[in-house]
Structures are given as structure tokens and as C-alpha cells.
């Protein structure tokens, strides 16, 4: 009995280290067809120069959604007016931006309503310090207003103006 039981012992064991393998499904074969080209990436950057078939429309500032809720780039002009640019044909060419928009087509475009004014391209005037007083001014003294409440003097509890008298009859004594 002991070679029979040996036997089915290593059938049964074999069976069972094999179910699991038998088990499984077969993994689907991979679909023939090829998979579509990958989609070049694309530098929005502020200030890049944005381009048309026809020459450079402005200067990107950002991209926002239209009323119809498709995507649109805003770009400011040489006039200072910010303007929508649709997307078609959008492709990047080195640090440019181009699309497939005319500049005849840009500039009649209607600006943006409610469009933040161009930033100043002048520098901020800087101090010359030659023109500068060659006295100092004198220091103003004017009194603080009591009506701004930064400046006005803190309440006095003891009621006294000075701080080293020794409190008066309104208070008990100790």
C-alpha cells in the first residue's frame, strides 16, 4: 500500500501545483492595428511672439475660453489691444507660436471687453541724484488727526496726564 499511496500522493500534488497554471485565461493577442502618431508638445509661454501665414500677430498673453466654450489664445498687438486668436492650425516653430490666422483677419477682430491696458515698455523715470536738495528739509510736526484711529493716544486709566502722580480719590485705596 505504501508504493500505491506514494503514487496518488504525487498525482494529486502534481495536479494541484498544475491547476492554477490551467486556471488562467489566455491573454487577448494584441491588436494588430497601429497606434496613432504622438502629438507633438507645445510651449505656451507668455511673450512669445505669436505668428500668422501672413506675418507676426503679437505677443502671446495667455489663452482663455470663448462663449461657445472652445479654447483660444489672447494675444496683444502692435496697438496695444488684446485679441482672440482661434487655435487651427496651432504648431509651434522654434520659440514661435503659429497659427492658421491671418493678420488682416487679427486685426479685424474685435478686442477683448474688459482686457487689463499694455504694460508700460518706458522704464520708470530713476532718481537723479544730482537733482536732489542739497539742504534736507526740515522734519514737519504736524499732530496726529484724532479721527484716524492709528494715531490717536491711548486712554489713560488712572485718569491722571501724569503717569508718576498717585492716583486720585475716584479709585479706593488699599
Known sequence: MNFKTAILSSAAAAFLIASPALAQEAAPAAPATQEAPAQPSLSLTPGTSVHGP????GKLEGVQNNASGAQELT?????????????????????????????????????????????SAAPAPAADPSAMPAEPAEPTTAEPTPTDP??????????????????????PQR
Open 150 to 171: 492709528t494715531m490717536t493716544e491711548p486712554a489713560d486709566p488712572s485718569g491722571s496726564s501724569d503717569p508718576m502722580a498717585p492716583p486720585t480719590g475716584d479709585q
Open 75 to 119: 494675444v496683444r498687438g502692435a496697438d496695444g489691444q488684446l485679441r482672440p486668436v482661434p487655435l487651427n492650425g496651432i504648431r509651434q516653430d522654434g520659440a514661435n507660436v503659429v497659427v492658421a490666422y491671418t493678420k488682416t483677419e487679427y486685426d479685424a477682430a474685435a478686442p477683448i471687453p474688459g482686457a487689463p491696458p499694455a504694460p
Open 54 to 57: 501672413d506675418g507676426e500677430l
